[in-house]
């Protein structure tokens, strides 16, 4: 299960895809969990390219390749399980197949599953007679005592039939001098039954042997899914890829930071050779650059740690694992398991989670997802959950692994809040029946980490940088006028902090705290930074003290545990910043929807402060 | 003579052939493109935490159904004759 499903423009744009009469253009079809991917990266190295398509909310993929002297792009259709899944509208693997674009198919499958690929095979075939059909996972047929008869349903089908295992060194190639041949050789004539499904049947009944008896769960399964054990499993998992995230991004995050404060001794130096007065260098230097330089360094090692991991966690199968095992209490929300990884990749980066909805079917669920998903931390608000939480609930000093629990447990409470408020948006404005909910949960394989790194890393860096300039830029810039515009006594930033002094009072927080978490809302990163100047007064941002200075800053500035506690819960509970709101933008098309993605979790926060407030006053 | 039940009274370990699926076409198409055809030998391999959504084996895969969508489909006890 992708986190982004793959889409397709209509037929006509792929005209130009064709530079020379001799080329081909080859679609890769299949279920999904099949292996097309692997086939299609090893197929097409780098030369790779994912789109982005209005209309249908899937990214197209495609590729080149080049074999016996002949370009070959290739098309990797999104993975479905049949071309006609909704009687209504057809998927885009269907349109794509009907348009005639492609010289020829190829249909991948499980060999473990071959009768269900089968049938999928022959309804490709129907609309695009020059199909190969790749049976991939040899080697798990193998090790399962079955067997296949290739030649014998070669025969039977009338079309090539490559067997493999994708993940094998030069198994994908074996599948090129397939398809150059097929496609020398004249259109097939292959006689379409009308009942693909009991053709498929009879068609592994006669060619494929294999051992009745029911594969045995194997250890890892009977402890990920066992009744008792499946939930700590999951915590533990979750709890040990925060760790490494947290753990493994301070060494590059402080790295990155000498970076760029090194930078700006260099960058000033220019700016003066190049005679601009000093307000402006200041400006450019200690607000712009400064800001962004701060975000990249906080926001892109634990990023470029966590979606890796995330990735792997995919490809072995633990996530539909997971949105097994909860989707019970999702669709008690009338919402979909598959919420459950969607939040799970809100913990990397909300705008990531609000992207990966796409992979729930049902509009009124996925709209759920996306509305709610704020309520789970993301990477940048990490730093400032853990701050708080070493400062003034573990004790600085203490093991980072009381540390990791006690974020582990203000992660339990915005899932507690995601369940809630989907169920409240359920009986609310996102009325309607628990939809259609069927999923494969696939065997668990290793993951092919080393490619999932070169490229997970790859993509994050270049959307982290991305963020950071469109984000923190303007951002720096707004906080160094706010914070260099003197007005009277103070300067805007400490007017501002002043106004907003009344309503954080309410919520046990002040006017700094709430300045900060408004500044922040191009990138949550900031937002302690942003405290920490209107605190200290500075006129730009400092580097954040260690934990004992900031400690006593916050001590100095009236801050009790209740002021960290608030602070806490705002943190879960606030409007998403401007990149994943412009996300939801983009996923659902409304103006409406994005306010209320915006209203929604920032009332939950203010309610939840004041709560906490008053039930504290009482003691 | 075999009487038809839902696939939803399956137990864990138990196995029966799906003899019709009682669903609108769209929720059909779908549960046959997935592997839950006419015909199809399906295994049940329990469930997670709750009693809800059971993962059944049909053609090969692992599926995970809710009980909802798992009444609709109509299933015959005994075995494939091959």
């Not at chain 1, 081909?24 to 190295?45: C, D, M």
């Not at chain 1, 008869?149 to 090539?160: N, T």
């Not at chain 1, 712009?288 to 966590?306: D, K, N, Y």
């Not at chain 1, 447990?409 to 259609?436: D, E, H, N, Q």
Request: glycine share 8%; proline share 5%.
């Amino acid at each position: 299960m992708k986190p982004v499903q793959k889409k397709f423009p209509a037929p006509y744009r792929y005209d130009w895809l064709k530079k020379a009469p001799s080329d081909l253009i080859v679609a890769l079809a299949g279920n999904p969990n099949v292996g097309k991917s692997t086939l299609f990266n090893a197929l097409t190295g780098m030369h790779q390219h994912t789109g982005n398509w209005a209309g249908k909310t899937v990214e197209n993929a495609r590729g080149k390749t080049v074999y016996d002297g002949r370009r070959l792009v290739i098309a990797d259709l999104p993975g479905c399980y049949s071309l006609y899944a909704d009687a209504a509208e057809e998927t885009a693997a269907a349109e794509f197949l009907k348009s005639g674009v492609a010289d020829l198919a190829v249909t991948v499958c499980d060999g473990g599953a071959l009768e269900r690929g089968l049938a999928l095979f022959l309804q490709i075939r129907a609309l695009c007679p020059k199909t190969i059909l790749c049976i991939n996972f040899m080697d798990e047929v193998e090790k399962q005592g079955a067997y296949i008869d290739i030649d014998g349903l070669s025969a039977a089908l009338h079309a090539p039939v490559v067997a493999l295992s994708a993940k094998k060194k030069g198994a994908a190639e074996t599948l090129l001098p397939e398809i150059i041949s097929l496609s020398l050789q004249p259109s097939p004539d292959a006689p379409s039954g009308a009942d693909v499904f009991a053709e498929a049947k009879q068609l592994c009944a006669s060619y494929v042997h294999r051992t009745r008896s029911e594969p045995k769960k194997s250890l890892l399964d009977r402890l990920l899914l066992g009744k008792w054990t499946a939930i700590p499993c999951m915590l533990l998992l979750l709890t040990l890829i925060f760790w490494i995230t947290l753990e493994g991004a301070n060494i590059p995050s402080a790295l990155l930071s000498s970076f760029f404060t090194g930078l700006e001794n260099d960058l000033t130096a220019l700016l003066l050779r190049l005679s601009l007065p000093a307000g402006l260098i200041s400006f450019l230097v200690a607000g712009v650059w400064r800001t962004t330089g701060w975000v990249v360094s906080v926001m892109l090692p634990p990023m470029a740690i966590f979606f890796p991991l995330f990735t792997m966690a995919e490809d072995c199968g633990l996530l539909p694992r997971i949105a097994f095992l909860l989707d019970y209490p999702f669709s008690k929300c009338a919402a979909c398991g598959k919420q459950a990884l969607t939040m799970c990749m809100g913990f990397g980066c909300n705008a990531v989670g609000v992207t990966g909805c796409r992979i729930i079917d049902s509009p009124r669920e996925r709209m759920i997802a996306v509305l709610t998903n704020a309520f789970v931390p993301c990477n940048g608000r990490f730093p400032i959950l853990v701050a708080l939480i070493t400062i003034f609930m573990s004790g600085s000093g203490q093991s980072g692994f009381i540390s990791a629990l006690y974020l582990t447990g203000f992660v339990m409470l915005a899932i507690l809040l995601t369940f809630l408020v989907s169920k409240l948006l359920s009986l609310t404005l996102c009325k309607g029946m628990p939809s259609f909910f069927a999923l494969e949960i696939p065997p668990l394989r290793v993951p092919k980490v080393g490619e999932i790194i070169a490229r997970s890393v790859f993509d994050r860096i270049l959307f982290v940088l991305g963020r950071a300039i469109s984000a923190a830029a303007p951002a720096g810039a707004l906080l160094w006028i706010c914070a260099n515009w003197q007005i009277g006594d103070g300067t805007l930033l400490s007017i501002l902090a002043s106004v907003l002094e009344v309503p954080a009072k309410w919520m046990g927080l002040d006017g700094e705290i709430l300045l900060g978490f408004l500044f922040a809302f191009p990138a949550n990163e900031i937002v302690l930074p942003v405290i920490v100047m209107a605190y200290t007064g500075l006129s730009s941002l400092a580097e954040t003290p260690d934990y004992g200075q900031l400690g006593l800053l916050l001590l100095q500035n009236g801050w009790t545990m209740l002021t960290a506690v608030n602070t806490a819960l705002f943190t879960l509970c606030h409007w998403p910043c401007a990149t994943t709101l412009k996300t939801i933008y983009k996923e659902t098309g409304s103006r409406k929807w994005t306010l209320l993605a915006a209203v929604l979790p920032t009332l939950c926060g203010v309610v939840l402060c004041i709560l906490t407030n008053l039930f504290a006053s009482l003691f | 003579m075999n009487k038809t039940f839902p696939l939803s009274d399956l137990r864990k370990g138990e196995r029966a052939v799906i003899h019709m699926l009682k669903t609108d076409d769209s929720t059909a198409a779908r549960l046959r493109g997935i592997g839950f055809s006419e015909g199809t030998e399906v295994f049940c391999a329990g469930s997670g935490l709750f009693k809800d959504p059971a993962a059944y084996r049909v053609k090969g895969a692992l599926i995970a159904l809710r009980y909802r969508d798992a009444r609709g489909v109509l299933c015959r006890k005994g075995e494939n004759p091959t």
